[in-house]
């Protein structure tokens, strides 16, 4: 158990750009979730997935963000044209069918310049 | 519309005393409470939790009281040791949710030695 891995650990790019992470869950665990946090704010819920399904989307994601999670396993958050508010720490995490007892990643954090 | 608030944004005690980190919760709907814990550069890790069954959950130095009336709940860490120095989150969710978590804003805690 590698516990949930987030690559990249960072990412600046420039505004208008699409960039895309990827989260590597732990493999027993079937649900899967993406959360924004900023600055002096907790974690946002953004999406997520149970095995390949995605069961439910934030108001938060916006069209120019999507969330795949292909074969149930690893899951990929894209974000087109991106903008200076979309700066902030992605993270990933995923946990057993019941409960709410997540396992968090490390997380991705995006500069927008 | 902030329905996890945590309204202490900084608590700094003395190693060996009590912390105490406050959690307001509006939403009547949610049945499930968590405290999540994170270091710098770290996801958050899950720290205790409670349902809305019980009242007090205890876990060696941490306890967490649940006050459904007040919608209110507290953690107790006893005693206290500089590594438990971090930014701490109240997390709450409801059953039907899917297991979503609606985070407050964050505690950071600092234990003087």
């Known amino acids: 158990d590698t516990g949930v891995s987030q690559n990249p650990r960072h990412k600046i790019t420039k505004r208008g750009q699409n960039v895309t992470f990827r989260c590597d869950p732990i493999s027993e665990h079937n649900r899967l979730y993406w959360y924004r946090q900023t600055l002096g704010q907790g974690p946002e819920f953004l999406t997520y997935?149970?095995?390949?399904?995605?069961?439910?989307k934030s108001r938060l994601l916006s069209d120019r963000f999507s969330a795949e999670r292909p074969k149930g396993s690893f899951s990929t958050l894209e974000i087109q044209r991106t903008e200076q508010g979309d700066s902030a720490m992605y993270l990933c995490?995923?946990?057993?069918?019941?409960?709410?007892?997540?396992?968090f990643g490390s997380g991705t954090r995006l500069t927008v310049v | 519309d902030q329905q996890v608030k945590q309204n202490s944004p900084s608590l700094s005690v003395q190693e060996g005393r009590i912390s105490i980190l406050n959690c307001d919760y509006t939403?009547?709907?949610?049945?499930?409470f968590l405290w999540y814990k994170k270091y710098p550069a770290e996801g958050p890790t899950f720290l205790i939790s409670?349902?809305?069954?019980?009242d007090k959950n205890e876990d060696g130095r941490f306890t967490v009281f649940l006050n459904k009336s007040a919608k209110h709940l507290s953690l107790h860490i006893v005693p206290s040791q500089p590594g438990d120095s971090a930014v701490y989150f109240c997390?709450?969710?409801?059953?039907?949710?899917?297991?979503?978590?609606?985070f407050g804003e964050g505690t950071q805690l600092t234990v003087n030695p």
């Open positions: 939403n009547s709907m949610f049945d499930y």
């Open positions: 409670i349902s809305s069954i019980k």
């Open positions: 997935f149970q095995n390949e399904a995605q069961l439910e």
């Open positions: 997390a709450a969710s409801e059953e039907t949710s899917g297991s979503r978590l609606t």
């Open positions: 995490a995923s946990s057993l069918e019941a409960g709410a007892r997540y396992t």
